[in-house]
């Protein structure tokens, strides 16, 4: 598949690994209008492809055209994005940046990144969850900025590192990700996402079903293989990592 050039975003592709990346360095990746089109239809492309943080909105910027876009790729299309998601934070995450954190399965953030719900200091409602009810309230109500290491204590991201190694710890993290079935991680994603909102016997006849679909999507018969690979060839421990995909299925 033939990846489009963007003014906007910058897609980089390396060892099974898609990185989609905001590229206003000049307005230290503030939103506009033209990013918000670009990232939606990069997105869009990017989640039927095979092969497969910010400040503040600019102010000046005519935004009207663009809220769609925004909408649409800043929480839709990321919280139901096909593959899995890492947010990777190195710099500065306002306002509604955190929308987007939210909405990828996984974040990590470099020590010295620096996050603040911001919207409280210029009038309007925060647009990103923060974690806890009382971390939220807290931040939502000050503005008060954290860096990564607070994100990581009160669980806005699973880890902070120092920025020297940042980027070595998401690629890890990525390709831990990697070693797993791709339905079964779709179909984990999916699961998670819609219990949350389900008592507990719309859950359970919720994940029964998801099950059921999942022997008919899943072509690399994910339960069968390690089920074999444990039961039968007592090669696999399922506590102690994935079992071994065929090289072939991985690409």
Not at 22 to 30: D, F, G, T
Not at 173 to 179: I, R, S, T, V
Not at 226 to 234: V, Y
Request: glycine share 6%; charged share 30%; hydrophobic share 40%.
């Amino acid at each position: 598949m033939t990846t489009k050039k963007y003014e906007t975003v910058l897609i980089e592709k390396q060892d099974g690994i898609t990185w989609l990346i905001m590229n206003r360095p000049e307005k230290r990746n503030a939103m506009s209008p033209q990013l918000h089109i670009e990232m939606d239809d990069a997105l869009a492309d990017l989640a039927v492809d095979p092969q497969n943080f910010r400040a503040n909105d600019d102010a000046p910027a005519a935004r009207a055209k663009a809220r769609h876009a925004s909408n649409q790729w800043r929480w839709q299309r990321l919280s139901t994005f096909p593959q899995p998601t890492i947010a990777m934070v190195n710099g500065y995450c306002f306002g509604g940046g955190f929308t987007q954190v939210c909405a990828c399965d996984l974040a990590v953030a470099a020590d010295e990144a620096i996050f603040g719900l911001s919207e409280v200091n210029w009038g309007i409602l925060p647009g990103g969850i923060v974690s806890w009810n009382r971390d939220a309230m807290y931040y939502a109500m000050t503005g008060d900025l954290f860096d990564g290491k607070k994100a990581k204590e009160i669980g806005f991201v699973n880890f902070s590192y120092p920025k020297a190694v940042l980027k070595d710890e998401t690629i890890k993290l990525a390709k831990k990700l990697m070693e797993k079935s791709p339905a079964v991680l779709r179909y984990t994603k999916e699961a998670l996402r819609a219990v949350r909102f389900m008592n507990e016997p719309q859950a359970a006849d919720y994940l029964n079903a998801k099950s059921d679909a999942l022997k008919y999507i899943d072509k690399e018969n994910s339960r069968g293989e390690g089920m074999k690979q444990f039961l039968d060839e007592k090669t696999y421990r399922p506590g102690f990592g994935a079992f071994k995909r065929e090289k072939t299925k991985r690409a």
